[in-house]
């Protein structure tokens, strides 16, 4: 399946143009502007020999150490390289060599462009479901990332145990990937063309809830989900019958309960993220206005202010005292059943 994988990327689909649906493709012109500024920095064909499905570019990243799984013609390693900072320093993976030759020509008139004396990319030629077998240590990565690949992983449940393993304690996995409304037909799986597409391996939502569960992010959140249409009615006709979706997922590595708990807790943002003046959103229910406190869950508590984000904000409150799961509100006709987070 993975030499399938690599055919696919490396020899059949040359370029943005050669996809046959829509699906593992996003639109330029929907992304943030700054990060439309950085593009025009990147050479042509970085861009053109790119495939993604979203904008996974986290805030406060200056100085950190970036990994990009599935980076491809390292296009969002280049963003992230102007991101960062010449301090800072970013990892692309991929184990399509032709892709991996395409970013490696252009390191260091990529470095020129961007006024660096010191080289802050690097690419390695490797699968992301073993991450140590090229030197990636225990710990050492400040922020993950990855742009519609882990659902090409035949082995899914090994990629999310090596980012769990590899982040920094506080580290965060941000990621876009098409996932599915339900599981794909075992007989599809094996199509090198709905595999290639980011169809057939694509997760079920409450499969990798499940996952991620097992491997230690007991809690994550999406910062966007949009239906993916495929565009395409020949692939239609053999899966069509699967509902498809982009999402944006955000999750750290921290000791986090399984739903949100409520302990009093207040945070208040400082507005100081840059880019972000009046309000941060740390997901899609969760928007902090400049110095308004909210009432937030421990897992909450803990994303904003056990993190790199930290400093942007104060948060009042610990866990000594616990007032059950965050919004419920039992009474004795109506015991707490642990219903979900409302924070």
């Excluded at 996003?26 to 790119?50: H, R």
């Excluded at 184990?95 to 490696?104: F, H, I, P, R």
């Excluded at 090229?134 to 090994?158: E, Q, Y």
Aim: with cysteine; glycine share 10%; proline share 4%.
């Amino acid at each position: 399946m993975l030499n399938d994988l690599k055919e696919y990327y490396g020899q059949i689909i040359k370029s943005v143009d050669d996809l046959k649906t829509s699906t593992c493709s996003c639109d330029a012109n929907s992304l943030p502007a700054e990060i439309k500024e950085i593009l025009t920095e990147i050479d042509d064909e970085i861009i053109e020999k790119f495939y993604g499905c979203g904008s996974p570019i986290p805030p406060v990243l200056n100085g950190k150490t970036v990994l990009d799984l599935g980076c491809g013609s390292g296009r969002d390693v280049y963003i992230f390289s102007k991101i960062v900072g010449e301090a800072g320093n970013v990892i692309g993976v991929d184990m399509t060599k032709e892709q991996l030759d395409v970013a490696n020509k252009y390191v260091k008139p990529q470095m020129e462009k961007f006024g660096y004396k010191r080289t802050n990319v690097e690419f390695k030629l490797g699968y992301i479901e073993d991450l140590k077998a090229i030197w990636i240590a225990d710990n050492s990565i400040d922020v993950i990332t990855s742009n519609c690949v882990i659902n090409l992983s035949p082995d899914k449940k090994s990629v999310f145990k090596e980012i769990f393993r590899v982040l920094k304690p506080g580290g965060e996995l941000y990621f876009s990937d098409i996932f599915s409304g339900r599981r794909v037909p075992d007989a599809l799986k094996s199509d090198p063309v709905l595999r290639g597409e980011c169809l057939s391996g694509a997760m079920y939502v409450e499969d990798f809830r499940r996952l991620m569960t097992e491997v230690g992010f007991a809690d994550y959140r999406l910062t966007e989900s949009v239906r993916s249409p495929i565009n395409n009615p020949e692939i239609e006709a053999k899966i069509g019958m699967v509902d498809y979706y982009s999402m944006t997922v955000r999750a750290f590595k921290l000791d986090l309960e399984d739903i949100c708990e409520d302990y009093g807790q207040v945070a208040t943002y400082k507005g100081t993220i840059s880019g972000h003046p009046h309000f941060f959103d740390l997901d899609d229910h969760h928007r902090f206005f400049t110095g308004k406190p909210m009432l937030v869950c421990g897992n909450t508590a803990a994303m904003v202010g056990d993190t790199r984000f930290g400093e942007h904000f104060k948060v009042s409150g610990d866990k000594s005292v616990h007032f059950g799961a965050f919004g419920a509100v039992p009474t004795e006709e109506t015991p707490n059943d642990g219903g979900g987070c409302g924070c």
